[in-house]
């Protein structure tokens, strides 16, 4: 009795190619057990995790990007690029977040290996999702903050000094309008608005 062809393997003994191993093989499911498959499985999933040990770090301190960011997933097959994003790494964190990346991380596992226990090592929860965007806004709000007071301070308590801030301002150019005069002297010792100009002392 022939033995039984196992489930999802080729029929007729055909190949099939394995993405992660990049090699034809006509072993079927078993394939998943073999050396070199394991062995491409262990690297792919830990420099992943790497990857994303990395990321978290932006999770934790939200920052303005230092320059185009860029992030690969094995399990959907995306490459992440960050083009015009506000803070660094926007573009992975929200896929890494999604659902569509939590189906792909399932389905890989399903098709190579590694345990469906890892799921969520190998993404991004909506609590840290939601406490990194909480940051970005803090972050935004602190750099408003930061530029509104290089500019200078507010006028409104000035403004709600009503008939006061009108006699400073008087004031400030009676003061303004003194020291135009003191210059014109100096400048123009001959000038009639001088009192001590020749002029003035011929009309007197």
Known sequence: MPPKRERNQ??????????????????GRRHRYFPAHRAALANTLSGFRSKLSDLRRALLRPSTPPGRSRLWCP????????????YACSNAIYHLASQE?????????RKYGGG?????SFRISEDELSKWEKGCESSST???????????????PLKAMGPITL???????????????ILLRLVLPDCPLN???????TMV
């Open 116 to 120: 469906m226990d890892q799921v969520d």
């Open 142 to 156: 602190e750099a408003q903050s930061l530029t509104k007071g290089m500019i200078g301070p507010s006028l409104g």
């Open 195 to 201: 009192p001590g100009s020749q002029h003035m002392n």
């Open 101 to 109: 990346h939590l189906k792909g991380v399932k389905d890989f596992l």
């Open 75 to 86: 399990f959907c097959s995306a490459d992440l690029v960050d083009l015009d994003s506000r």
């Open 10 to 27: 080729p029929a007729g003994g055909g190949f099939e190619y394995c993405e992660l191993c990049r090699r034809n093989h006509d072993q």
């Open 167 to 181: 006699l400073v301002q008087r004031a400030m150019d009676l003061l303004l309008l003194e020291v135009l005069l």
